[in-house]
């Protein structure tokens, strides 16, 4: 049991570092580059780095289970991503951030009838107080007007994301993170092929970003976010990834040198305190919550 208590502890710090390093992806974007070109340089470097390290650990082979699954959860991965990079070039981060992050409730209230999940009120309260959080770090009422199909394509990766944390646990789960990473990113590259060579032949100036943005933020990442989703319930996992966009407000505060006001401060001490929430939800609480039923 204590060991147990032990490896979910673990995994909820790792998520939290992943996800605060996550903010700092838009340092690592560019707005002159199309959408589906920033996914299709995302997912084929990280695929490729992930080749790189089964093949080094001697894990790389075909899944001989749940291969419709991962090819699955690689289709909607891409979606995913296209429809997110789009939203924020047709509204604001802020909304699209805002939009975004209802997919993570959305994977929480659905792992319980998807996945027999199970979760304890401390979760959906560490749930609630983050999304909130969030919504006083990115202030969306702050931005002016929206336009309507950036709003819709917010609401669409959101919905996407939903998708991608159910499809795709129970595959971590048998197949373990790192088989899990590198099938879905090997799926999404070679969907998105043409716009990958596309982004390397009309942006090849941007290549450290396109390399650090896929090997780093999507290759590791991905084994990372994985590996955590094996151990700890869905609810969980959506508390924690509310760091993202809190730590964004850190990174510009330190890089750009941007200066957040006292709500988005307050917006970012709620969601640390509902990760703090997350992560103390262990014992007989977290084992209960950590039932599930294959889908």
């Known amino acids: 049991m204590e060991s147990e208590q032990r490896r979910q502890f673990l995994a909820i710090g790792a998520l939290a570092i992943l996800a605060v390093a996550w903010g700092a992806i838009p340092l690592f974007v560019r707005n002159d580059v199309p959408s589906i070109q920033l996914v299709g340089v995302r997912v084929t470097f990280g695929a490729v780095a992930l080749v790189g390290a089964a093949a080094a650990v001697g894990r790389l082979a075909v899944p001989q289970v749940r291969r419709w699954r991962l090819i699955l959860s690689g289709v909607l991965l891409a979606l995913h991503w296209i429809t997110f990079f789009e939203s924020i070039k047709l509204t604001t981060v802020a909304v699209a951030l805002a939009m975004l992050y209802l997919g993570p409730i959305g994977a929480a209230i659905l792992a319980g009838p998807l996945l027999g999940e199970s979760v304890d009120r401390r979760l959906w309260a560490a749930l609630g ?15 002016g007007g929206v336009d309507a199909t950036g709003l819709a394509m917010a609401a669409l990766s959101a919905a996407l994301l939903t998708a991608v944390m159910l499809v795709g646990k129970p595959v971590a789960s048998d197949l373990g993170g790192l088989t899990m990473a590198t099938g879905e990113l090997i799926v999404a590259s070679v969907l998105l092929a043409p716009a990958t060579y596309q982004a390397l032949s009309q942006h090849g100036e941007h290549i450290v970003n396109f390399l650090i943005l896929g090997a780093v933020f999507t290759g590791l990442a991905g084994f990372v976010f994985w590996e955590v989703m094996r151990h700890i319930p869905v609810a969980a996992v959506s508390v924690v990834m509310y760091l993202e966009p809190a730590s964004a407000v850190i990174w510009a505060a330190v890089l750009l040198g ?7 401060w307050l917006g970012v001490a709620l969601v640390i305190a ?15 919550i950590g039932a599930q039923a294959a889908l």
């Open 129 to 143: 107080s983050a999304m909130f959080g969030t919504l006083l770090v990115v202030q969306p009422w702050e931005s």
């Open 258 to 264: 941007e200066t957040p006001n006292a709500t988005a």
């Open 274 to 288: 509902g990760g703090m929430v997350a992560a103390t939800a262990t014992g007989k609480d977290q084992e209960a």
